[in-house]
């Protein structure tokens, strides 16, 4: 029985709960059945209704994920053979399906406390233990706190002038309403062409009376080349399922998808044609990876974006509409990548018309539509699709204080600074799953998310066999990751553009890659080496305050980096 007490803990009586677990997305799926496993109490935060994270909120036409389905799963043998995707891409209602059906093989519903806020934590130096509060009065203690919240999780707030005198319905992709929303005959604008953007848009343009896009930038959009399952393709995987499991994790993505072998001038001209037609029949996130050196080399990456340009010019039949949605103002790959079947066809329908709010802003919402700085647009819907406060956000709105009363972002000022994007120092017993430092977001969430948490749960179990209630990172071990995230970074083409990777310090223009971009492979080697050391870089209990010599730190990274 959850203690329904605000009481600081009791230093003879110990917390409640060995672990408190945020969110029940994949992530957090997998943390209370591993935790559980190991033997430890655990206690879930989740503020949804039910088990799914972001693939919960995210109901949105058209959500579907952009990492094939053979590698979008848990890789237990059990699980794997039972589950039967029904697309290579599957569709957010599918994948909520498989997360309640995990989650019920699992049994880790029992240990969710659903539909409750966590709206701060506080550290106990006296205990060695976090206290937890929620929106509900709940109050619980624990000795770690695991945030498995997400990157992505904390949704923007549209911000635009007169959208509070707006007399028809507005959604927002991110918080999608359960009900679903009919569109039948409705005049719709979306505001937003990112992921969710290009794939709300292809699915709401059938159904609507008028749709109109309003787009400020341009994304470059790669087609799925979505279909039915390779059957036989699934049944060998689930007859290997570890050794499939063995080669994700040795891939810098987390997903079996090819490989570059050649830099773009290593091949010919015809050369150069063939690879980028079969990376385009492929489809997803393979025309990231197209040639070696396409992430670093301008004249390399050209040449994928004018081949994409040329689809789209192929693709949209009014010449000034595929102008409009050509991306010529960054690289390919400098920002995410958008997956999504008939995106571009979408604007030759009659009903659907494209706004390019670069050259003619949105000046404010009014009662009945969208304010241009040329004319009005009648609008009877609105739909935003804006994105998420990246990395921070989700932190930031847990509340999480040490001793002193300082939050983990509080240094961050001139961007994150955390080892192995796990903890950060200052905050012992915190960890961050797939925070800023780590793989994150660039690779496959179940790959980064199972490797980070089976990493904490051995980093607890060595901590129980050696008598250690506290932990948390050396400040010379975590300044040196630091700096090898921005070393691995720093030539990478993606780092002078906006994006939501990047943190830009506006007084020098000095920027900061949140994410590690030396490839999950690399990442898992060097975890390896600190397991292998005794946790180099970490600190225990009497040695807390103590410095390492943080010499033999021996940080290398993938040769190719690969985004998404």
């Known amino acids: 029985m959850t203690t329904e007490s605000t009481a600081t803990p009791d230093a003879e009586g110990g917390p409640d709960y060995d672990v408190i677990v945020v969110g029940a997305g994949l992530g957090g799926i997998y943390a209370v059945s591993r935790f559980v496993k190991d033997g430890l109490s655990v206690f879930g935060v989740e503020a949804g ?176 080349v979505n279909g039915a399952l390779d059957q036989q393709r699934y049944r060998q995987i689930a007859e290997a399922v570890d050794e499939t499991w063995g080669e994700m994790l040795a891939h810098p993505g987390g997903a079996l998808t090819p490989l570059p072998t050649r830099a773009a001038f290593d091949y010919t001209d015809t050369e150069r044609a063939e690879v980028l037609e079969k990376r385009w029949a492929y489809g997803g996130h393979a025309m990231n990876a197209v040639f070696t050196d396409q992430g670093t080399n301008m004249a390399s990456n050209d040449i994928v974006s004018e081949f994409v340009r040329s689809k789209i010019r192929q693709l949209v039949d009014d010449p000034e509409t595929a102008q409009i949605l050509s991306p010529v103002d960054y690289p390919i790959g400098s920002r995410r990548l958008c997956v999504c079947s008939g995106y571009y066809e979408t604007f030759n329908r009659e009903n659907v018309s494209l706004v390019d709010i670069k050259n003619d802003p949105i000046v404010r919402i009014t009662p009945t539509g969208v304010q241009t700085e040329s004319g009005h647009v009648d609008l009877d819907v609105l739909v935003f699709a804006i994105g998420f406060d990246a990395f921070t956000g989700a932190l930031d709105n847990a509340n999480v204080a040490n001793e002193h009363g300082s939050h983990p972002s509080d240094s961050w000022k001139r961007g994150p600074r955390t080892y192995l994007g796990l903890m950060t120092t200052g905050f012992p017993n915190l960890f961050i799953v797939t925070g800023p430092g780590s793989p994150s977001v660039l690779i496959n969430f179940f790959a980064g998310n199972v490797q980070h948490i089976d990493f904490v749960a051995d980093l607890i179990s060595y901590m129980t066999a050696h008598e250690y209630t506290r932990v948390e990172p050396d400040l010379r071990a975590q300044d040196a990751w630091t700096q090898h995230v921005a070393d691995v970074s720093s030539k990478l083409l993606r780092l002078n553009v906006e994006n939501y990777m990047v943190h830009v310090n506006r007084d020098d223009n000095t920027r900061v890659f949140m994410p590690y971009a030396g490839g999950l492979s690399a990442y898992i080697a060097r975890c390896d080496e600190i397991v292998a050391s005794g946790y180099e870089g970490f600190v225990f209990d009497e040695t807390i305050e103590s410095a390492l010599t943080g010499a033999s730190l021996g940080l290398q990274a993938d040769s190719v980096v690969v985004g998404s």
């Open 49 to 224: 209704a039910d088990v799914g994270g972001v693939w919960y909120h995210n109901r949105y036409p058209g959500a579907r994920v952009d990492v094939e389905s053979y590698f979008y799963s848990y890789f237990d043998e059990d699980l794997y053979r039972e589950w039967q995707w029904n697309e290579r891409y599957p569709t957010q209602p599918e994948i909520l399906r498989y997360l309640n059906f995990a989650a019920d093989r699992l049994d880790v519903r029992r240990h969710f406390r659903f539909s409750t806020w966590m709206t701060g934590a506080q550290w106990h130096p006296q205990t060695n233990s976090y206290t937890v509060t929620t929106d509900t009065g709940l109050s619980v203690t624990a000795r770690y706190l695991v945030m498995t919240s997400g990157q992505l999780s904390k949704p923007r707030k549209p911000n635009f002038a007169g959208i509070d005198d707006f007399e028809g319905e507005w959604y927002q992709t991110s918080q999608w309403p359960e009900r679903g929303v009919d569109f039948a005959g409705q005049r719709v604008g979306v505001i937003g062409t990112g992921s969710s953007g290009v794939q709300t848009i292809s699915a709401i343009a059938p159904q609507a009376g008028e749709l109109v896009v309003f787009q400020r930038t341009a994304n470059y959009t790669i087609p799925a």
